[in-house]
């Protein structure tokens, strides 16, 4: 699976960076996937995450790769849909925000219940869920800063295209993505979980004994 996921991530990531929009726009879209990219790399020896959390981080990226390939505000498919039903706006960033709460949840949760970090479901799901919204709301700030410094070049990273609560409904949809992914994942997230440590428990028939 490893080489699989280097190979489509490579390959989109490629497809990207070939005449995009506006090359600026490219950067800062595409900047959490390499990042994400460089820090599993770090971390696949010492924390190897579950296949569905490797999978839902690599579907996090392709959304990443293509708005920033065509910028969330054009591209074609939700170009498409809003002419179709006669929308006000392209709505394609709005899958990257619900995704932005989607693919969190597990990866949190999968850290908190390896580490051991919470006692009871119901403070684990309660402590993913505000994870997800703290760092929608960071990512929200990111957006602000970069839009200061920069000026009108960050107006197609924005991609308010005129939502005035726009903000508000990303982190709303961000907020929805992480209930969504617990509810609908979490049975399957745990036995992957359970999975994954007993392959990475001692096996003591493999020990010498003197």
């Given at each position: 699976m490893k080489f699989a996921w280097i190979f489509v991530f490579s390959a989109v990531l490629i497809w990207s960076a070939i005449n995009p929009a506006?090359?600026?726009?490219?950067?800062?879209?595409?900047?959490?996937?390499?990042?994400?990219?460089?820090?599993?790399?770090?971390?696949y020896k010492k924390f190897k995450l579950t296949n569905l959390a490797y999978?839902?981080?690599?579907?996090?990226?392709?959304?990443?790769?293509?708005g920033g390939h065509y910028t969330?505000?054009?591209?074609?498919?939700?170009?498409?849909?809003?002419?179709?039903?006669?929308?006000?706006?392209?709505?394609?960033?709005?899958?990257?925000?619900?995704?932005?709460?989607?693919?969190?949840?597990?990866?949190?949760?999968?850290?908190?219940?390896?580490?051991?970090?919470?006692?009871?479901?119901?403070?684990?799901?309660?402590?993913?869920?505000?994870?997800?919204?703290?760092?929608?709301?960071?990512?929200?700030?990111?957006?602000?800063?970069?839009?200061?410094?920069?000026?009108g070049s960050a107006e197609a990273f924005l991609g308010t295209q005129g939502y005035v609560w726009d903000t508000q409904s990303d982190m709303a949809l961000a907020l929805i993505g992480a209930v969504c992914s617990l509810v609908l994942l979490g049975r399957i997230h745990d036995r992957q979980i359970e999975k994954t440590q007993q392959d990475h428990r001692p096996n003591p028939t493999s020990q010498k004994t003197f």
């Open positions: 506006d090359y600026f726009t490219w950067i800062l879209e595409v900047a959490p996937a390499l990042i994400g990219f460089t820090v599993l790399a770090l971390t999978i839902l981080i690599l579907v996090h990226c392709i959304i990443l790769m293509v969330y505000a054009h591209v074609p498919a939700f170009d498409w849909i809003r002419d179709y039903f006669d929308l006000q706006r392209n709505n394609y960033d709005k899958i990257g925000h619900f995704a932005q709460g989607f693919v969190p949840a597990i990866i949190a949760r999968e850290i908190m219940i390896r580490k051991s970090a919470v006692n009871g479901k119901k403070w684990l799901n309660f402590l993913v869920v505000c994870f997800c919204l703290a760092f929608s709301a960071f990512y929200e700030l990111i957006e602000w800063w970069v839009a200061v410094f920069s000026g």
